[in-house]
């Protein structure tokens, strides 16, 4: 078998499945910052052009919760899905909850903050799908309380399922006050079988594509600036995501002035972070100014997000 995916997008949720069932694959790195979801070969694979793709002898199979369930079916020995009744409709149930009424809340969050155009997002859904979420994922608390898994008392494709989307969930600081899904979250990033965080695959891509580069100086002159040699240095910086590509930067300057808002160029936009404020470390040049566990909004996430399933 064969799992083209990248980096922090969906593809963590099929190899979570291929890993809790010790399947023998191999793993295809798709570049979607380099636009390889694009060209005609992966497009015969999957026309959306997204990944994940499994591809097992001639079935080809996109879609992260298909293929999922595909591989506990096809591995039913190793017990993805129960061999009872009644906890597979269980299992069923919490897949469904889980792409239907935790998924899509988080996902329109992502559109609206900042994947649509900015004349085309909506703040108010932002605040309605925050409320949604919340909501359901108060059920999902509630269920997991005195118990290890989703379905039954061990691991099932719900879980596989599951576990990535609230790790997403608390990227945008949504599970804080939910200990059982905290909790959950721990427990399930602790298996030997678990793949890495989407904060590590993150990383993992700033990386190995170096520092964002960017050409742009502020109104206030030498202290907030952004040089093309990627160096950031910024008083007190707070950035706002504003389209695909672009971003908006509000500096302070040191005696309080307030200074107009710029935009910085593509490369360094994808890769800046938002709703959040920090001061760069004295004597640190090459500090990153942000930390690495603060990873609300990136607009590489929202980049590929577009390119997943």
């Not at 879609?63 to 061999?83: H, M, N, Q, T, W």
């Not at 609230?166 to 030997?192: G, H, S, T, V």
């Not at 007190?236 to 500096?251: C, D, H, L, R, Y």
């Not at 972070?273 to 566990?293: F, I, L, M, Q, V």
């Amino acid at each position: 078998m064969k799992l083209y995916g990248f980096g922090p997008t969906r593809s963590l949720r099929a190899l979570r499945g291929l890993k809790e069932l010790d399947a023998d694959f191999e793993f295809i790195p798709v570049d979607l910052l380099a636009g390889e979801h694009k060209r005609q070969d992966f497009l015969r694979l999957n026309p959306a052009g997204k990944v994940p793709v499994l591809v097992d002898g001639d079935l080809i199979i996109p879609e992260s919760a298909a293929i999922v369930l595909y591989l506990a079916d096809k591995f039913r020995e190793k017990g993805l899905l129960p061999a009872d009744l009644r906890q597979r409709a269980q299992a069923y149930r919490w897949i469904m909850f889980a792409v239907t009424e935790l998924e899509q809340p988080l996902w329109r969050i992502s559109k609206h903050t900042a994947l649509y155009p900015e004349d085309k997002r909506l703040p108010v859904d932002i605040a309605f799908a925050r409320e949604e979420f919340l909501a359901m994922a108060a059920v999902l608390d509630s269920h997991l309380e005195g118990r290890r898994f989703i379905a039954g008392d061990r691991i099932t494709a719900a879980d596989c399922v599951t576990a990535y989307l609230i790790d997403w969930a608390n990227e945008f600081q949504l599970i804080d006050n939910f200990a059982q899904l905290r909790d959950y979250l721990k427990r399930m990033y602790a298996r030997p079988t678990a793949p890495e965080r989407i904060a590590e695959a993150f990383r993992e891509i700033r990386a190995a594509y170096g520092r964002p580069r960017a050409c742009h100086e502020c109104a206030c002159g030498t202290s907030n600036r952004i040089d093309c040699e990627g160096d950031i240095e910024i008083v007190v910086p707070e950035w706002q995501v504003v389209g695909i590509g672009t971003a908006k930067v509000n500096p302070t300057s040191k005696d309080g002035r307030s200074i107009s808002s710029a935009r910085l160029c593509h490369h360094f936009a994808r890769r800046v972070y938002t709703g959040n404020r920090h001061r760069r470390p004295r004597g640190k040049r090459n500090a990153d100014p942000r930390p690495e566990t603060n990873l609300q909004h990136p607009m590489l996430w929202f980049d590929m997000q577009q390119r997943e399933n």
